[in-house]
């Protein structure tokens, strides 16, 4: 695939490139990851995407009650969790980097910490990085500590983006509980009322292609990342 375009006075110039590395527990993360890169395509930016992949594949749900609680437990001191190992496309040239994950119990999740251990310096330093938070609702100690961990690896974080359930409390506690849990609250009588979906809804998909052709204009326009709005109602609740 041609990576370059030509230009009326004969030199060529290369097509903005994105590297995207993720994790997606839930598949939400997965969902707005791939509206986001819809959304840089659609201006004409290229992008890899990078999965990462725990040595030991991790359940979804976690399907009990006392399992569940043990791992909101243990998520809280940050453990990592081995992923396997990255391809050779993140050794390539990129613009920007869009480092995304779900939040674990207000933390950065276990094959995100990994990867940074591992990888990040080799990876990220010197790079321009877009942080990209999935959670349920409170995600500020997950950006904080995502940004000194980005940070420490040599990253430039000009922006990042966050995208909660957009449901009220205490609904989206208990629903995301059970949901781990392996139950259906969104078929209870009772529950279901109050919480009709797990995870991300249609409009906050739509919000994603959005800022990715935000981004990617960006891009190609070269207007600093720093400029631009990448949170909104939707996104934040």
Request: charged letters at 25%; proline letters at 8%.
């Amino acid at each position: 695939m041609k990576t370059d375009k030509q230009m009326g006075n004969g030199l060529t110039t290369r097509k903005p490139r994105v590297l995207i590395v993720f994790y997606s527990f839930s598949g939400q993360t997965l969902s707005l990851i791939s509206r986001l890169a819809l959304g840089l395509r659609d201006q004409g930016v290229e992008v890899v995407m990078e999965k990462l992949r725990p040595v030991t594949p991790l359940r979804f749900p976690i399907g009990t009650v006392g399992a569940t609680i043990k791992k909101m437990i243990v998520t809280l001191f940050r453990p990592r969790v081995e992923i396997q190992p990255l391809s050779p496309a993140v050794e390539d040239d990129y613009d920007l980097v869009i480092v995304g994950g779900p939040t674990w119990s207000y933390n950065p999740s276990g094959p995100i910490l990994a990867m940074l251990d591992r990888d990040g310096r080799r990876i990220l330093s010197g790079k321009t990085v877009l942080p990209l938070i999935s959670c349920r609702g409170y995600w500020r100690m997950h950006w904080y500590g995502l940004r000194a961990k980005l940070v420490k690896c040599g990253a430039r974080i000009p922006n990042f983006l966050v995208f909660s359930h957009p449901l009220a409390e205490p609904w989206r506690t208990v629903g995301v509980f059970l949901k781990l849990a392996g139950k259906r609250p969104e078929r209870s009588r009772f529950i279901g009322r109050y919480y009709k979906k797990f995870g991300h809804s249609k409009p906050q998909m739509g919000e994603a292609l959005r800022l990715g052709r935000e981004i990617g204009t960006a891009l190609q326009q070269r207007t600093p990342l720093a400029s631009l709005t990448l949170r909104t109602d939707l996104s934040t609740p």
